[in-house]
């Protein structure tokens, strides 16, 4: 078990540019979540995955936003056309099951700022 | 969706004191109750859980309490030491989304 890794660590962008963040989950874990964490404040869903299928995605989500999970293994996170108000801390997480009652397990998270 | 709100939002306490928090929530259909720690500048990480069906789980010094009539459920930390500083969040699970309270900053003063 390696962990659920992030990548970037940091990424400072201009407003206006795109990014991309990659998660690649636990191997053997089948659901994967995208959650945005501001300063002081608690992890804010933003979708999921249940292999490759994205089933949610938080009605709060600007278009801007996409993610995809390519043959439900690692993700991509991608904001468009960012802004000053998409600076936060991106967090991925994966779980294993669909009953719910397993844990999610957080990366280290890719830290965005733009100016 | 779900509304959780933790209280106190910040807590201080002497080393080997107790700490209570405690978390509300809205959805009766919540059945899965985690606790994640998140130290400064790290990843949130699972401490204890509870499933639906429990009324109490305990884990060392760590333990979570479950009223699901009254839609909450509380973590205690007994004989705190300074490296149980640190952010908690609760996060109750319902319709395959985990939500997060706003956290509980825990200061442990030696």
């Known amino acids: 078990d390696t962990g659920v890794s992030q990548d970037p660590r940091h990424k400072i962008t201009k407003r206006g540019q795109n990014v991309t963040f990659r998660c690649d989950p636990i191997s053997e874990h089948n659901r994967l979540y995208w959650y945005r964490q501001t300063l002081g404040q608690g992890p804010e869903f933003l979708t999921y995955f249940q292999n490759e299928a994205q089933l949610e995605k938080s009605r709060l989500l600007s278009d801007r936003f996409s993610a995809e999970r390519p043959k439900g293994s690692f993700s991509t996170l991608e904001i468009q056309r960012t802004e000053q108000g998409d600076s936060a801390m991106y967090l991925c997480?994966?779980?294993?099951?669909?009953?719910?009652?397993?844990?999610?397990?957080f990366g280290n998270g890719t830290r965005l700022t733009v100016t | 969706g779900e509304n959780v709100e933790q209280h106190p939002s910040t807590l201080s306490v002497q080393e080997g004191d107790s700490a209570v928090i405690k978390c509300t929530y809205s959805d009766s259909a919540s059945n899965y109750f985690p606790w994640y720690k998140q130290e400064l500048g790290k990843r949130p990480q699972l401490i204890i859980d509870?499933?639906?069906?429990?009324g109490e789980k305990k884990d060392q010094r760590i333990a979570v309490t479950l009223n699901k009539t009254a839609k909450h459920f509380s973590l205690h930390i007994t004989e705190t030491q300074p490296e149980d500083s640190a952010v908690y969040f609760c996060a109750p699970y319902n319709f395959n989304k985990f939500y997060f309270g706003s956290g509980t900053k825990l200061n442990v003063k030696p």
């Open positions: 997480a994966s779980s294993l099951g669909s009953g719910g009652t397993s844990p999610l397990h």
């Open positions: 509870i499933r639906s069906n429990v």
